[in-house]
């Protein structure tokens, strides 16, 4: 299934603080869209915005052309979101927090799923341990387990190379790349604008709350990317 | 319905791992019940007049703890965004974490009676199904006002403090209700006697449950 999602004149305030500012784009089927920015740019707000969790206070988001707020729950099928947070149960172990994200998603034959995902985040050898005991590396690649579990259209990735080893970056960076190939897309996050821009087919850079700086992989090189960055950097401060 | 008994019994897995809330509201129920006896002494009659009361405010009180636990886990690695993502209809969260704390609830109250037959005397036996009835009918209507407002303290700095004092003024009807069956029943009255407080506890078990359904949505939302 090829899915494209447009945002269309997103705001979002919180406490009469501006932190979304009017933005809009297209994600097209396969593209990787890569957002990076200052702190307190609004990268996290709007990816929460995307994912459903915060409604925004103009503006639409649509999936295929539904309007998510508007359509079915359905349209939750289509996303995988990885957040800072883990949204994990740090009392269940690896299969029972992911066989509930499956039950929730109501998928039916989730046990070679789970066995499949745990075995791609090498996690598999600590799969009846409690999340409590693994390490923080660990903890974000099951985290990254529950995004994908689904086998979603779309991931929305924020800041997932946090807390990773080496291993762990290769791990993320093997399954984006799967994702990738499948002619799916990825909207993500990231302070690291090498790995950023490796993965990326459009940058963005969020400044204030807008998108300051745009541009195509094809047509930017990653010195005029950090660049950019740079600039709208020392322009906010 | 899936959904609702994969949130239900993900909420007893985590209690059957940890047990923090029975052992928790178990434990203060019980304290209360001693506390009570050792300061007062009660005679005979005053055993009598107060059990019905004692009984409903030991389980409200210790349920708040329950209750509190139930929301705060969620916010632990803000777990409760992992169920949000998911493609279903927000009152069925709701659903299944009223169900979860109803049973907690539940089995920690059928634990409890027992103490109140050796502190107080009641006759919990001669009338063991009808009392029974009546506390589950209560505690229906408790959990699911507390549910929903468990959902909404927990947002809160001080959600300790905030869901009883958001909770016991509501809860109020189903306290006086409960207590008035109680009382009429270990009395021996006829059904009839009480026809009127066993129908206001019908009525807001049935309010307290499709209203905070209806209005989850709105609890949860940031």
Known sequence: MIVSLQAHHLEKSFQNRPVIRDISFVLHPGEFLVISGGNGAGKTTLLRLLAKLVKPDAGTISIDGQDIWEESDAVRYTLGFLSHQIYLYDDLNAVENLRFTARLF???????????????????HRQYDPVKTYSRGM????????????DPDILILDEPFTGLDEAGVEILDTLVRDHQRQNKSAIIVSHNLRAGYDLA???YILGKGTIAFRGEKTQVSFEEYHSAYRGILESET | MKSIFAILWKDLLLELKTKESFLSMLTFGLLILVLFNFAFEPTPEMKRAITPGLLWITF?????????????????NMAIHGMLLAPIDRSLVFFGK???NLIILFVTELCTLPFFLLFLNMPLFEHFWLILGIILLGTIGFVSVGTLFSAMATSTKMREVMLPLLLFPISTPILLAGVACV????AGEAFAEYRHWFSLLVAFDVIFLVVPSLVFEYAIEE
């Open chain 1, 106 to 124: 109501g998928m039916e034959e989730y046990h070679s799923r789970i066995t499949e995902v745990l075995q791609q985040l090498h996690l598999y």
């Open chain 1, 139 to 150: 903890q974000q690649r099951l985290a990254l387990g529950r995004a994908i579990l689904h």
């Open chain 1, 201 to 203: 087919d459009t940058l």
């Open chain 2, 60 to 76: 409200l009180f210790s349920g708040i703890l329950g209750l509190n636990r139930s929301f705060s886990l969620e916010k632990e």
């Open chain 2, 98 to 100: 009223f169900g979860a």
């Open chain 2, 183 to 186: 009382r009429d029943i270990l």
